[in-house]
Nanobody
Framework: QVQLVESGGGLVQAGGSLRLSCAAS????????MAWFRQPPGKEREFVAI????????YYSDSVKGRFTISRDNAKNTVDLQMNSLKPEDTAVYYC????????????????WGQGTQVTVSS
């Protein structure tokens, strides 16, 4: 198991930016692809972005492509999500997750989750 703790959420106006960070501890960080998911109010948890163990590969959902950037620092055991041009529909609880496969995109394929951090975008 790997333990994950997110930080960096908050309230921002539409068009603004936020940077989320996830700190990992426990099992070897480089063994995992790292992903961000989000859960809007009253909706299912949805995939946002993923980065492979070496940071050579990334993949984004269509709804955030071109606005969000995922990155990781294996020396610090952290994964970040830079969110630009935020929209009210980006409002959600954002979760960090770890997976042994870069190809996992569904929430039920993940077993290691952080507690989540709230992002609220006002119009």
């Amino acid at each position: 198991q790997v333990q994950l703790v997110e930080s960096g959420g908050g309230l921002v106006q539409a068009g603004g930016s936020l940077r989320l960070s996830c700190a990992a501890s426990g099992r070897t960080f480089i063994n995992y692809a790292m992903a961000w998911f989000r859960q809007p109010p009253g909706k299912e948890r949805e995939f946002v972005a993923i980065i492979n163990w070496s940071a050579a590969r990334t993949y984004y959902s269509d709804s955030v492509k071109g606005r969000f950037t995922i990155s990781r620092d294996n020396a610090k055991n952290t994964v970040d999500l830079q969110m630009n041009s935020l929209k009210p529909e980006d409002t959600a609880v954002y979760y960090c997750a770890a997976s042994e496969s870069y190809y996992h995109r569904a929430a039920d394929e993940y077993h290691n989750w952080g507690q989540g951090t709230q992002v609220t975008v006002s119009s």
